[in-house]
């Protein structure tokens, strides 16, 4: 089982950075519609397969956010 509330985790990160879902969207390229179905569909970012495998072994998922140096360039990420 995934323990992170995604949909949840995404709108404080938001929150924190002053944004919203469409500005990232356009950030990243792509549509506010696809972001917020990526975000709120239950396996739109963990693999269900791996969730399945990590549970045969006995884990549960809890993503954790850590933030990124301000030094570092996104240019240099793509």
Known sequence: MVKNNIEIDVKVKCKEKSTTQVK???QIETTKSYVNRVIKKPNG???PTFVQIME???YDIEITYVKRDAEVNDNDRK
């Open 24 to 26: 990232i969207a356009e």
């Open 45 to 47: 970012v963990i693999n």
């Open 56 to 58: 045969a072994l006995g």
